[in-house]
């Protein structure tokens, strides 16, 4: 079987988590290759509850082999409360789960930057966690991070954070006005990080190229969504890493070659957290329907999401850039109750029609003159959460699905119907099982 990655289609926050714990079954090693604790993967496993920023949703199979690449930023203080909350739940993590000794380290200085910064942009946050991400890959590119492997040479590492501490102090006290911090106090800190975090820290770029020549089956995980990656994304309003699948060959020290087969995740409707640009918003009722429906609140932060219809155009975009081979439907049982559903297929700005994603924010943003283009199809209007098979499907969510399919012009192969990893439907492929619905094509619209 190849090496597959999974990546989400949208804004994040597509249910990658519940799908990359389904996909697990299929794969020995697992590799998270980007982002940090700014990120959330939510698994639901007999109706038990678990959301992961850090660690590799296959920790939750036995047996399966679970790494933090190099190009993951690393928190010691989140991943060693992971673990124990694992523990505590009676989940694995002795000698199959292994983190990057090239990873760079979130330090307490980056988490204040970031949050210090955030707050001075007023109307124009980017709308980051605040846990430090951002701060943390622009040391990584200033080449004054901190590597894992730097915890374990005392006397290095203290010059490092002095270093590194004494030129934050002068920018958090001139810039922000805010108290200096101690280097000290974080050097003994993340020396006691050091050896709790000893018995997972090794070479995984070794690791996973050795295993890949023995054959093991591997499974990329990406975080966020494409259109948050640092380079192919709506910047600014984006985050710090690349989270299209381009990422997963640098993030975890492997050749492109060894990615095979690229998932791509997408809801059945969209949606969005922090600012940033965003079409089909629906703001009002419909808007908050959608989030309650759904759950539309983030895992790491918990703040609410921005929700609106599917934006094919975005999502269209997305399959192109990553070269997404199978697409992977979400959400659909929230959707099961609207009469109608609407597909956004161009945007119209300035008597401008555009069908392809623009990487002019101005165009983009409703305060620019930007109005989505709708095709809308008849609802379904039927719970869809029992189904586990195509046939089950009411013909209506059927033609939808279908429907995405011509647009987007690729195969959906798997639709997620519920939080559970058993509500789950995974035909072949929808368009090989039409109904006649009586309902034309896209194609033929």
């Known amino acids: ?7 989400g289609l949208q804004w994040g926050d597509e249910g990658k988590g519940k799908i990359i714990d389904i996909l697990t079954d299929e794969y020995d090693i697992i590799v998270r290759y980007q982002g940090g604790g700014n990120a959330g993967h939510t698994v639901v496993v007999n109706g038990a509850k ?12 036995p047996n399966k082999k679970c790494v933090i690449g190099n190009g993951v930023a690393i928190d010691p203080a989140l991943f060693l409360e992971e673990v124990e909350e694992l523990r505590k739940r009676n ?3 002795e000698n199959n789960l292994f983190v990057s000794d090239r990873a760079h380290l979130v330090f307490p200085y980056h988490k204040l930057l970031d949050q210090l910064s955030e707050s001075e942009k007023g109307q124009e946050k980017i709308g980051t966690t605040g846990k430090g991400i951002g701060p943390c890959y622009a040391d990584k590119m200033a080449r004054v991070g901190i590597r894992v492997v730097e915890l374990y040479h005392p006397e290095h590492l203290e010059r490092l954070i002095q270093r590194n501490v004494e030129e934050k ?8 006005n805010a108290a200096p911090l101690s280097w000290k106090e974080i050097y003994e800190e993340y020396r006691a990080y050091a050896d709790r975090m000893a018995p997972y820290v090794c070479d995984t770029v070794g690791y996973i190229n050795e295993a890949i020549k023995a054959s093991k089956r591997i499974l990329f995980e990406g975080a966020q969504g494409s259109l948050l990656d640092v380079d192919l994304g709506t910047y600014p309003f984006i985050t710090s890493s690349n989270a299209t699948a381009c990422g ?9 070659k060894q990615i095979h087969k690229i998932y791509g995740v997408m809801k059945a409707y969209t949606t969005r957290v922090g600012g940033g640009p965003f079409p089909t918003e629906a703001e009002g009722a419909l808007g908050e329907h959608l989030r309650e429906r759904g759950g539309e609140f983030g895992a790491t932060t918990g703040r609410p999401r921005r929700c609106g219809w599917f934006d094919a155009v975005a999502v269209k975009y997305a399959v192109m850039i990553n070269g997404v081979d199978e697409a992977i439907l979400t959400k659909l049982d929230v959707l099961d109750d609207q009469e109608t559903v609407k597909i956004c297929v161009g945007y119209k ?11 002019d924010l101005a165009i983009l943003s409703a305060s620019g003159g930007c109005e989505p283009i709708y ?9 869809t959460s029992h189904c586990t098979s195509l046939q089950e499907l009411p013909s209506m969510a059927i033609n939808y699905i ?5 647009i987007l012009d690729i195969k959906i192969t798997m639709i997620s119907v519920g939080q559970d990893r058993r509500q789950i439907v995974r035909p072949d492929s929808v368009s090989s099982a039409r109904l006649s619905t009586n309902l034309p094509s896209y194609r033929d619209r």
């Open 1 to 7: 079987m190849p090496n597959a990655c999974v990546v």
């Open 169 to 176: 102090n002068r920018l958090l006290q001139g810039l922000y």
């Open 375 to 383: 095709e809308e199809v008849p609802g379904w209007r039927q719970d």
């Open 50 to 61: 678990f959301v992961l920023h850090l660690i590799p949703s296959g920790i939750l199979h």
């Open 402 to 406: 279908q429907y995405l399919e011509e």
């Open 248 to 256: 997963a060959a640098s993030g975890a020290g492997v050749s492109p």
């Open 349 to 359: 700005c300035n008597g401008k029609i555009y069908e392809r994603f623009p990487p």
């Open 91 to 93: 989940i694995s993590v």
